[in-house]
């Protein structure tokens, strides 16, 4: 199943134009890795699959699970099976992990027809999901992200994926401001997650998150455009050669 | 006639009205203070100064028309309590009703003139406890004492009306004040007079939504070292709602320290106004005062109007003072949308989780259904 298709994609931010024409396809029990340099459009690309306010498409195709995405809202596309990981996961003073967690799984069981869950499978659920991440449960009274290290924040983010379970995670940068520890824990949260009814895309600087999980297809991204496209291999190029030996420049 | 002599003229047929309606049921209670200020410093002129937002002359109009009398002490415990209304306390009234002008609050003025119930307490323990309930229909006055080294907790809820609560605590006593302030379709006038002796702690809580026009007074006396004023809460004003917050934070004293924290949400057409006054008097040195004031206008129509100062008139003092306005953190909308919860569900928790951060007690978080 195709779970993402992106033709000839040209966005905007701001009315300046990033994104020069991306080509992309993600099918069901695949794993992709976006990789470029600083200011690529890698980070614009999430938002505008996620629809995020200020970023337009202008022209070109993007389909989520089979469907157009544009004009649907950015939590639509949520609950068709989109989920995105923040670079820079934002923080919440005053609602607590555990209510947004609760009301996010929620949303989703209803939007196809099902009864918000009991409270005591939900605690059930996301007390084994916190454990295996190595997270304190104390995590979940505390308000979303605020007062968490760089870690913690990431590693909820994958508490977040483990729990709502989306049919395709795009995850910006999780590896970013992580020590090997926690990298190893995100990575273990990723290979937990996938499989062969879902797809993941990882956007990264850098190969080292790849030393953990197995990806299918490599892809590099200079300016707004994929330059070049392979398997593992060339992100252990790109480590030797820089992404300047792969035509940035 | 010109404009100012109409505003003029309203006024002086107002404060007349005022005067001729002193309450003469208790000679007892000497009103004197209350009229020599009034006759003095007069009305103060209309949507200027403390009254810039707030329509003065309605509310002494309304409090003009409360003429019921009313017990508004629900319960209390370990409290000595002297009533009003029963005629054997009266000689024991007499504070309550010749406690000095504090200038230029005029409605406290008024009502000190107009009341016609009351109580006063007494906590001499460390468990004392007083509810305070709504006394809608009349104007009331109540005072309280905490000796020293006793701690009085006091739950108030005030709907409409005109209500003053004078606090006294002694060296080392300790009021813990949760006040709440349920929407409401008239006009109220509520004021807490709080002043702290050495080692005194005051913690005060307060939620409230509107009213019709609901203007809230806290003044704040530090008279003694080491006192402790801990201000904090919010508020939710929705409809065509109006809510004016005033806090005076006087640091008569110094090495006494004081932090305030309120969040307020306007939606709708309505209008919240927040002053925070702090003075740090001459000598009051190595006094500590805080004050934070953030605020989210959900819609365009509604106003948050808030104006923090600083007056210090000595050295060697730690102050800050903050006010923000403005709408839900886009960013927070953004992670929340992308779980898939909706924009609506999402605004109401952002709205909610604002408020948490400073809203604590029970009956703020049931009141502001948090």
């Known amino acids: ?249 | 006639m010109t404009v100012a002599q109409a505003v003029g003229s309203t006024h002086g047929d107002l404060l007349n009205r005022v005067l001729a309606q002193e309450v003469r049921e208790t000679p007892w209670l000497d009103r004197t203070a209350s009229r020599t200020a009034l006759n003095s410093n007069g009305f103060p002129l209309p949507w200027k100064g403390r009254w810039q937002y707030s329509d003065f002359l309605t509310l002494v109009e309304g409090a003009l028309e409360l003429s019921e009398t009313s017990d508004s002490l629900e319960s209390s415990h370990d409290v000595e309590v002297r009533r009003l209304d029963q005629p054997e306390n009266g000689g024991q009234m007499v504070e309550l009703g010749s406690s000095e002008s504090l200038g230029d609050f005029p409605l406290l003025d008024i009502n000190g003139l107009l009341f016609r119930s009351g109580t006063k307490l007494l906590a001499t323990t460390k468990t004392a406890h007083a509810t305070v309930s709504d006394a809608a229909g009349s104007v009331d006055r109540h005072l309280m004492s905490v000796a020293q080294n006793a701690c009085l907790n006091v739950e108030e809820r005030f709907e409409s009306g005109n209500r003053i609560s004078l606090c006294h605590l002694r060296d080392d006593a300790t009021l813990n004040y949760e006040l709440t302030m349920p929407k409401n379709d008239g006009v109220g006038y509520h004021c807490l007079v709080v002043w702290l002796a050495e080692g005194s702690t005051l913690n005060l809580h307060l939620a409230s939504k509107g009213s019709k026009i609901r203007r809230n007074d806290v003044i704040v006396n530090v008279m003694g070292e080491r006192a402790r004023a801990t201000l904090s809460g919010g508020w939710l004003v929705d409809g065509n709602d109006h809510l004016d917050t005033q806090v005076y934070m006087n640091h008569r004293v110094g090495n006494s320290h004081s932090e305030q924290s309120f969040h307020g949400v306007v939606d709708n057409r309505a209008r919240s106004v927040f002053s925070g006054f702090i003075r740090i008097d001459r000598g009051a040195s190595a006094s500590e005062a805080h004050l934070t004031n953030r605020n989210i206008a959900l819609s365009p129509q509604s106003r948050a109007h808030a104006q923090p100062e600083l007056e210090i008139y000595t050295d060697d003092v730690i102050c800050s003072h903050g006010a923000t306005t403005g709408q839900l953190d886009d960013d927070s909308l953004f992670l929340m949308r992308s779980r898939g919860i909706d924009e609506e569900s999402a605004r109401a928790m952002l709205t909610k989780g604002f408020l948490r951060q400073v809203v604590h007690s029970e009956g703020g978080t049931s009141l502001l259904d948090l």
């Open chain 1, 1 to 249: 199943m195709k779970l993402l298709e992106l033709r000839g994609l040209v966005a905007s931010v701001d009315e300046k134009q990033i994104l020069n024409g991306i080509d992309l396809t993600v099918n069901a029990g695949e794993v992709h890795a976006i990789m470029g340099p600083n200011g690529s459009g890698k980070s614009t690309l999430s938002n505008v699959l996620a629809g995020r306010d200020g970023y337009s498409v202008t022209t070109g195709d993007m389909e989520l699970m089979g469907a157009p995405v544009n004009g649907m809202s950015v939590e639509d596309r949520a609950l068709s099976g989109l989920f995105l990981g923040f670079q820079h996961p934002i923080e919440i003073p005053g609602v607590t992990n555990m209510e947004f967690l609760k009301v996010a799984i929620d949303s989703h069981r209803i939007s196809v027809g099902e009864e918000e869950m009991n409270t005591r499978d939900f605690m059930v659920q996301v007390r084994e999901i916190s454990k295996r991440l190595e997270l304190s449960t104390e995590f979940l009274k505390r308000f979303v992200n605020v007062g968490f290290s760089g870690g913690e924040k990431k590693r909820n983010e994958i508490l977040q994926l483990m729990l709502l379970q989306p049919k395709l995670a795009f995850l910006d940068e999780t590896d970013s401001g992580l020590d090997v520890d926690a990298l190893q824990v995100v990575a273990r949260g990723i290979n937990e997650f996938r499989s062969d009814d879902n797809g993941v895309v990882l956007v990264t600087h850098y190969q080292r998150l790849l030393n953990y999980v197995n990806v299918d297809f490599v892809h590099i991204m200079v300016n707004g455009a994929i330059v070049k496209s392979g398997d593992a291999q060339l992100a252990h190029e790109v480590e030797t050669q820089g992404y300047a030996g792969l035509g940035e420049a």
